[in-house]
């Protein structure tokens, strides 16, 4: 299992609308993260920032993002999203900037 812990910013103006999003996720959504060997994905909320949170169970990452990233649902919800973030400098394509973990207790 592989452990990401990634941040983002959050437009304040979109604050409410990414958390009644996220309060009401879609299930088609859902079902492709699972698909994708995506488990105990979290994403939390402090002082303009978005960090997330997830395992990966899989055998191969790539492969199961770029399928995530060809499904309708997934990519309809990335485009109700997106306008909520407000990506950090330096992130890269997505705008979610990938933590360094440094401690870790099971």
Same mark, same amino acid.
């Given at each position: 299992?592989?452990?990401?812990?990634? !941040? &983002?910013? !959050?437009?304040?103006?979109k604050?409410?609308?990414?958390?009644?999003?996220?309060?009401?996720?879609w299930?088609? !959504?859902?079902?492709?993260?699972?698909?994708?060997? &995506?488990?105990?994905?979290? &994403?939390?909320?402090?002082?303009?920032?978005?960090?997330?949170?997830?395992?990966? &169970?899989?055998?191969?990452?790539?492969?199961?993002?770029?399928?995530?990233?060809?499904?309708?649902?997934?990519?309809?919800?990335?485009?109700?999203?997106?306008?909520?973030?407000?990506?950090?400098?330096?992130?890269?394509?997505?705008?979610?900037?990938?933590?360094?973990?440094?401690?870790?207790?099971?």
């Amino acid at each position: 299992m592989r452990r990401f812990g990634s !941040v &983002i910013g !959050v437009r304040p103006e979109k604050l409410a609308y990414y958390k009644h999003l996220h309060a009401n996720p879609w299930p088609e !959504v859902n079902a492709m993260i699972t698909k994708c060997n &995506i488990r105990n994905f979290t &994403i939390y909320y402090h002082d303009g920032l978005l960090f997330s949170y997830l395992e990966y &169970i899989g055998d191969d990452y790539e492969t199961d993002q770029k399928m995530m990233a060809q499904d309708s649902a997934t990519r309809r919800w990335w485009a109700e999203t997106a306008p909520c973030q407000l990506p950090l400098p330096g992130a890269g394509e997505g705008g979610w900037m990938e933590m360094e973990p440094l401690y870790h207790l099971d």
